[in-house]
């Protein structure tokens, strides 16, 4: 079936240090992938996506590109900062799916210190 | 920001009663979607709506019935609440459900506590 799997967290950085976060998923069709945030309190934000492979999406400094070979969408910013702190989702949707419907990792909670 | 907003934002209820959570949007978009978030599952779909009065049910959609008279509005029941069903609940949208590349929008959820 569809999933997601991405990295266990909780993350704890210093501001200004690289972050990763890792992001895979088997999906039966040809998936769009997608990055989302939610700072505390918060719905869920769109914080950048890639609909074919090879794709690159960036946003806010975040960036992550749709490896179909290795079928991964590892989420990577070059220096956080404090108001980053926030859990990131990755997520997949495929063509043919329910509806557009929306698959989700289990989230990781990012927390950066001044 | 999508124009959605979920009410109530807040609830305490007790076990064995009704609860009706509502959803409505401004964007006039056909696709609209219930979620639960709970702690080391992420987001799981309960269910969808593809148009006024087209719903399915999503992969957890046991105690939960959805109803959809307006474009606009997508209300999710629970018939009689269980403390399993104490969660977030996120309403979702999107305009066309037929694209997998096609961005969902997220209300700003509704914290449930059952009793």
């Known amino acids: 079936g569809d999933s997601v799997t991405q990295m266990e967290g909780p993350v704890t950085l210093s501001e200004e240090a690289f972050l990763t976060i890792n992001c895979t998923y088997t999906?039966?069709?040809?998936?769009?992938l997608f990055w989302y945030v939610q700072y505390p309190g918060e719905g869920l934000q769109l914080l950048l996506k890639?609909?074919?492979?090879?794709d690159k999406g960036s946003n806010k400094g975040f960036e992550a590109t749709y490896r179909k070979e290795t079928t991964s969408f590892h989420l990577e910013k070059g220096s956080v900062q404090v108001s980053d702190s926030a859990v990131y989702f990755c997520?997949?949707?495929?063509?043919?799916?329910?509806?557009?419907?929306?698959?989700f990792g289990r989230g990781t909670q990012l927390t950066v210190w001044p | 920001d999508a124009g959605i907003t979920q009410s109530p934002r807040h609830k305490v209820t007790e076990t064995g009663t009704p609860v009706t959570l509502r959803c409505h949007q401004t964007?006039?978009?056909?696709?609209m979607y219930w979620y639960r978030q709970d702690p080391g599952h992420g987001l799981r779909l309960i269910h969808y709506?593809?148009?006024?009065?087209?719903?399915d049910k999503g992969e957890v959609s046991d105690g939960y019935s959805v109803s959809r008279s307006k474009t606009e509005d997508f209300l999710l029941t629970l018939e009689s609440a269980t403390s399993s069903q104490t969660s977030v609940y996120f309403c979702?949208?999107?305009?066309?459900?037929?694209?997998?590349?096609?961005?969902?929008?997220f209300g700003e959820g509704s914290w449930l506590t059952v009793v």
């Open positions: 979702a949208i999107s305009e066309d459900g037929q694209s997998s590349g096609n961005t969902i929008y």
């Open positions: 999906a039966t069709g040809y998936p769009s």
């Open positions: 890639a609909t074919k492979a090879d």
């Open positions: 997520a997949l949707s495929v063509r043919g799916s329910t509806l557009g419907r929306l698959y």
């Open positions: 964007e006039n978009h056909r696709y």
């Open positions: 709506s593809y148009g006024v009065k087209d719903t």
